[in-house]
């Protein structure tokens, strides 16, 4: 059981959500609130994925990255930024040749996919450690591409949250542990109910968690209706959560969230578990950050 819970907000992520819910964040300006939002209800971190402000798509622009980052870092409201790195992955195969990517595809090789960690150099950053299918499409991440990652998010002094999505993925973790790449003590996200990843059970995140390194702090998520459940399982089994709308429109039924919604929602759960909140300062002192 964890009773000091370090929670992250994911307030947009990359997924097909902006048809879906009118107040998703789509602009810089938009996800930077949703931000400084979440951390005004009780979360540490906030994970950023940007997009486009016209469209509502993903992107990966680093002008995009940079406002957001800086409207958040001038705003006085404090939290810890956790930049996406696995946007340049995504591998859509041509249905006439699936030799070659039709649309959607968006591959980049991992100077690309860091870039905006490079320049903005924020205190978190994701690296999703494996190849896996995402609904009809793939995400691509090979191990030289991961170890090129991980030894340049090293060099910039930026703390990897290693995101698995299976067991597999905690293997080859280790193994960039064991060679160096990785400082310790290792940052693990586990993220549940992907399709066609780790089910959001509490057999899979118990396997999960039973196969991390014995000095690794983590944190655990579920998707959809499992998001809440997966709060109460990840503090349970010794974790930290996340919350937000990348993983769950959905504050109950029917009704659609905000990010500051669902994080109230977890921060209630973990207190009625006799929990406490951690702020972002003794996050960061948990995780070994330094305050960018």
Partial sequence: MNYDVIITCAVTGSGDAAGKHPQLPKTPKEIANAAIEAAEAGAAVAHIHVRD????????????YTEVVERVRADSTDVVLN???GMGGDYV????DPGRGGPGTDMANPAERLSHVEKLL???CTLDVGTQNYSDTAYISTPKMLREMAQLIQTYGVKPEIEVFELGHVWFAKELLKEGLINEPPLFQLCMGIPWTAEANTENMLALRNMLPDNAVWAGFG????????????MILGGNVRVGLEDNLYLERGVLASNGQLVERA???IERLGGRIL???????????SKS
């Avoid at 195969?93 to 006439?96: A, E, H, K, N, T």
């Fill in 267 to 269: 921060v209630e759960i």
């Fill in 93 to 96: 195969p041509d249905p006439d």
């Fill in 83 to 85: 930049l996406t790195s």
């Fill in 53 to 64: 402000p016209q469209t509502g798509a993903a992107g990966r622009k680093l002008e995009w």
């Fill in 279 to 289: 702020s972002p300062s003794e996050t960061r002192q948990k995780l070994g950050l």
């Fill in 122 to 124: 924020p205190e978190i």
């Fill in 223 to 234: 998707i959809s209706r499992m998001q809440m459940p997966m709060v109460a399982q990840a």
